[in-house]
Each structure stands twice: as structure tokens, then as C-alpha cells.
């Protein structure tokens, strides 16, 4: 594991206590929903760093509207699948 640098923050009283349960139902440490919280954040403000993008381009080839037609494509393919079961 990474050393971890220290980091202090200032919490509102009744934030602090509602972490402190959340981290006891969980298991874990007020510092460990922290850190959570903070990769979540970063992960949403920094989506290209997301792995799941490198897939995008993969594939070549099928119908050029599964952008905006995905979920026809999914029924379709779902159905199809029942009708062979």
C-alpha cells in the first residue's frame, strides 16, 4: 500500500456524528469514508480518467445508431435470447 499523507479537516459537529455512523454501519474508519468521498469526486470531475474509456472505439462495424438506440438493442438482444431457451 501507498504511504498516505496526513491531511486535517475541519468537520461540522453533526457531519462528523453522521460519518461516524455511516462508518460503523460499514464497518470502517471516518477517514476511510473520506477518502471514499474523495475518489468519487475525482472520478466524477476527471471522467477521462475512467478506464472505462478505453473501450470506446473498439469495435467496428453493426448498426450505426446504438448511441441513441441502445436500449431497442438490448430488448431485442434479451428477447432473442428467451426465444432460443
Known sequence: MERMRRTQIYLEPELAEALDRV???RGTSRAGLIREAAR??????NPE???IFGI???ASGGPSDVS???DDYL???VMASWKRS
Open 56 to 58: 470506446i472505439g473498439m
Open 49 to 51: 480518467d475512467d478506464p
Open 68 to 70: 441513441e438506440r441502445h
Open 40 to 45: 468519487d469526486l475525482v472520478a466524477r470531475e
Open 23 to 25: 462508518a460503523q454501519r
Open 75 to 77: 430488448i431485442d438482444e
